[in-house]
């Protein structure tokens, strides 16, 4: 990874490896709001950037920056030997500040002078801009630079009328600072002597300064919180160490996208560019977290019904009861130039949001929370029925409305993701095959639930039209001579004939038969799909295939985790412990064993998974692949309300042993053990714990399928 990346609930800094923000065309910086509030934060020693030895952010929440000078002659004279001090800049955030401290030491035999300088500029530039949107009308201006020997600050206004304020503060006076954000030091140096200088970084919308905290204590109740909230999750230990470094990773990177917009905590999409709600990113990985915090489903539900549509507003292809897709809050979006505060064009956040309700009941039997959000379900279900299908054909399609809005609004959203046979791309209205997956578990999964709930006609109606589409479905999508579902069917209702991972998703929704889910699962992991790191996004013969595309061609491991539930949920053993062994060997060749947002889907035969460019990393439903493939082991599924959990456990290849504990589910917990026997290779089932309320049903995972 080319770039460090810290975050702390709604602030993250972005920099080279160096540590710094150099300005310019740089992307990286102080973000807050979708606002770039630190554009260039550069560290020179004798005006020339220091040697980098070491850089690490493996903690997501503090970096670290190990530093050396080169050598400098000036005329002939000796300014510093190279390697003589020792630069070390470590930063944290904390409540909404960021804290650096930067230490001088000196190695050399002799006293040292040089000049440390500090380079600080903020553009204020809106995240939409960072990414290269031209703006249709004139954006604010920079109202005041000021600058003393302690502090520099900056102040714009925006178009939105919104004043914006970074104020750059050091606890040691400077030699020399101007307005625009030139900080010098003077530096001495005896033998062994160290020094440091502390800043802090604040920003501010509209005088809402945050507090600056004293940085030791700062940093100590950072560390607190974050122990605290690990220490009561779910716990894995396994004889495979890349398997446990994988979950690890996973966890702290999901902890990191967590924030709080003030209705629990809830997963923002990803780093960089998405530390935003966003529709099915962030319902997808809540769902995904049910074994590790139930209670992000239940703040990522809450934020998203009080988000739902309530109007038809077609610049922002909105409609009443749609759940959002994406909500920002920059001066772009603020101004109105763009339609995302917020933005619902996603085919998919609506059935997504139903069905992380119905799944979240059955996980904890929590049925209070979804009697308190049954009236936003029965508006989405609504929406569902009315706009989502507006040509009453029975399946959900999409169709951009607003003029700067997603012309493809499933999860693959790039412009050429669904793509026919002949190479044109689908005209919409557009079904995707996936969603009509979503529907069904939805309302299927939702039943039982209306049923405990005293609402008998919702349960009834539910099933009968989630019967109704399974019956439909197949006729629709079904490809006979590719043994296999076209990804969608286009404004003519004609099948787009790629072969692409999407049909994966249907395998955890219950809507195929026995019969074509094994036809599904085979085709998944033949050689056109499997790329021995994971699933492809498309099958290498089809028309549009390309490894090094966005949506055609790579590997995204939060799409290969819904397929491995799906897998494991109906017994294909060994198509499932070949996805999961892929993706633990893919993630043996990734810094910090993280899986990055997607990687390119050349085949394994290079030895090593070929990286996306500008994959975000980390990224939230990227991370919850790591919780999934514990969750698919395990073969753990949940009946809570009916007081029953089932265990259907396997193992992969390279894994004999693997403990789970502390696994939050029903009214409790439970902690399971597996090992792999050696006699037969059967998975050999050991109970630890169990205060989940519910009795465990363990059985043999459903192999005969695979005959």
């Known amino acids: 990874m080319e770039y460090r990346v810290i975050k702390n609930n709604d602030v993250f800094l972005m920099t080279d490896r160096h540590g710094d923000a150099v300005g310019g065309d740089s992307p990286n910086g102080l973000y807050m709001r979708d606002t770039r509030f630190l554009s260039r934060l550069e560290l020179k020693l004798n005006?020339?950037?220091?040697?980098?030895?070491?850089?690490?952010?493996?903690?997501?929440?503090?970096?670290?920056?190990?530093?050396?000078?080169?050598?400098?002659?000036?005329?002939?004279?000796?300014?510093?030997?190279?390697?003589?001090?020792?630069?070390?800049?470590?930063?944290?955030?904390?409540?909404?500040?960021?804290?650096?401290?930067?230490?001088?030491?000196?190695?050399?035999?002799?006293?040292?002078?040089?000049?440390?300088?500090?380079?600080?500029?903020?553009d204020f530039a809106d995240m939409f801009l960072v990414r290269g949107f031209q703006p249709s009308e004139r954006l604010g201006r920079i109202t005041a630079r000021e600058t003393d020997r302690r502090h520099w600050r900056a102040e714009y206004v925006g178009c939105d009328g919104i004043r914006k304020e970074t104020v750059v503060?050091?606890?040691?006076?400077?030699?020399?600072?101007?307005?625009?954000?030139?900080?010098?030091?003077?530096?001495?140096?005896?033998?062994?002597?160290?020094?440091?200088?502390?800043?802090?970084?604040?920003?501010?919308?509209?005088?809402?300064?945050?507090?600056?905290?004293?940085?030791?204590?700062?940093?100590?109740?950072?560390?607190?919180?974050?122990?605290?909230?690990?220490?009561?999750?779910t716990k894995v230990a396994s004889d495979n160490p890349v398997l446990d470094s994988l979950f690890e990773r996973g966890v702290r990177d999901l902890q990191a996208l967590l924030s709080d917009f003030g209705y629990g905590p809830f997963p923002v999409a990803g780093l960089p560019w998405y530390a935003v709600p966003f529709g099915r990113d962030s319902?997808?990985?809540?769902?995904?977290?049910?074994?590790?915090?139930?209670?992000?489903?239940?703040?990522?539900?809450?934020?998203?019904?009080?988000?739902?549509?309530?109007?038809?507003?077609?610049?922002?292809?909105?409609?009443?009861?749609?759940?959002?897709?994406?909500?920002?809050?920059?001066?772009?979006?603020?101004?109105?130039?763009?339609?995302?505060?917020?933005?619902?064009?996603?085919?998919?956040?609506?059935?997504?949001?139903?069905?992380?309700?119905?799944?979240?009941?059955?996980?904890?039997?929590d049925l209070e929370t979804v009697r308190e959000l049954m009236p936003n379900i029965e508006r989405a279900l609504e929406w569902i029925d009315s706009y989502g299908d507006r040509d009453g054909d029975g399946f959900v399609e999409y169709y951009q409305e607003s003029s700067k809005g997603i012309a493809n609004q499933g999860w693959k959203d790039s412009a050429d993701s669904v793509v026919h046979e002949d190479g044109s791309f689908a005209a919409a209205p557009i079904a995707l095959v996936e969603v009509q997956g979503y529907v069904y578990q939805a309302?299927?999964?939702?039943?039982?639930?209306?049923?405990?709930?005293?609402?008998?006609?919702?349960a009834r109606r539910l099933a009968e039209e989630?019967?109704?589409?399974?019956?439909?479905?197949?006729?629709?999508?079904?490809?006979?001579?590719?043994?296999?579902?076209?990804?969608?069917?286009?404004?003519?209702?004609?099948?787009?004939?790629?072969?692409?991972?999407?049909?994966?998703?249907?395998?955890?929704?219950?809507?195929?038969?026995?019969?074509?889910?094994?036809?599904?699962?085979?085709?998944?992991?033949?050689?056109?799909?499997?790329?021995g790191y994971g699933i492809r996004t498309m099958s290498r013969l089809s028309t549009g295939y390309n490894p090094m595309s966005y949506h055609d061609g790579s590997v995204w491991p939060h799409d290969n985790s819904l397929i491995l539930l799906g897998l494991s949920r109906l017994g294909f053993v060994s198509a499932a412990a070949a996805l999961a062994g892929a993706l633990i060997r893919a993630a043996e060749k990734f810094e910090y064993h993280r899986l990055p947002e997607l990687f390119c889907g050349y085949?394994?035969?290079?030895?090593?998974?070929?990286?996306?460019?500008?994959?975000?990393?980390?990224?939230?439903?990227?991370?919850?692949?790591?919780?999934?493939?514990?969750?698919?082991?395990?073969?753990?599924?949940?009946?809570?309300?009916?007081?029953?959990?089932?265990?259907?456990?396997?193992?992969?290849?390279?894994?004999?042993?693997?403990?789970?504990?502390?696994?939050?589910?029903?009214?409790?917990?439970?902690?399971?053990e597996l090992t792999r026997t050696r006699e037969d290779s059967q998975v050999e089932v050991r109970i630890l714990a169990n205060t989940s309320g519910c009795r465990i049903e363990t059985a043999e995972p459903a192999r005969a399928k695979e005959d």
Request: aromatic share 8%.
């Open 47 to 122: 005006g020339k950037r220091p040697v980098l030895l070491s850089s690490a952010a493996d903690d997501n929440y503090v970096a670290a920056f190990r530093l050396t000078n080169e050598h400098m002659e000036e005329n002939g004279e000796l300014r510093l030997w190279r390697e003589s001090v020792e630069i070390v800049r470590e930063r944290f955030i904390y409540n909404d500040v960021l804290y650096e401290n930067v230490s001088m030491t000196n190695f050399s035999t002799r006293t040292v002078a040089f000049e440390l300088e500090v380079r600080l500029d903020a």
């Open 169 to 233: 503060a050091w606890d040691a006076e400077a030699d020399e600072a101007n307005e625009n954000g030139e900080v010098r030091f003077a530096v001495t140096l005896a033998p062994a002597e160290a020094k440091r200088i502390r800043f802090t970084v604040t920003p501010s919308i509209d005088g809402a300064k945050p507090a600056v905290a004293e940085p030791d204590k700062a940093l100590a109740e950072l560390r607190k919180s974050y122990e605290q909230w690990r220490n009561g999750k």
């Open 283 to 365: 319902l997808i990985a809540a769902l995904q977290m049910l074994p590790l915090d139930p209670a992000t489903a239940k703040g990522t539900l809450r934020m998203m019904a009080a988000w739902q549509g309530e109007e038809t507003n077609p610049w922002k292809d909105e409609q009443p009861g749609k759940i959002l897709h994406e909500l920002r809050s920059g001066e772009l979006s603020k101004s109105g130039q763009v339609p995302f505060a917020p933005y619902y064009g996603s085919i998919d956040s609506t059935p997504l949001f139903v069905l992380l309700a119905a799944e979240y009941a059955h996980w904890t039997g």
């Open 443 to 458: 309302k299927s999964r939702l039943a039982p639930i209306a049923e405990r709930l005293g609402l008998p006609e919702l």
């Open 466 to 531: 989630a019967e109704r589409l399974k019956q439909s479905f197949d006729r629709a999508f079904w490809m006979e001579d590719e043994r296999f579902y076209a990804i969608a069917l286009d404004a003519d209702k004609r099948q787009v004939r790629s072969v692409t991972s999407n049909p994966g998703h249907l395998l955890m929704s219950g809507i195929l038969s026995e019969e074509r889910a094994k036809a599904v699962a085979d085709r998944l992991i033949a050689p056109d799909m499997f790329s």
């Open 603 to 672: 085949d394994d035969s290079l030895g090593y998974p070929v990286s996306y460019p500008v994959a975000c990393s980390p990224q939230a439903w990227a991370a919850g692949t790591s919780v999934v493939l514990i969750q698919a082991m395990l073969g753990l599924e949940a009946d809570a309300p009916a007081g029953r959990l089932t265990l259907r456990p396997w193992l992969p290849e390279g894994v004999n042993r693997l403990t789970a504990a502390d696994i939050p589910v029903g009214r409790g917990h439970l902690s399971v």
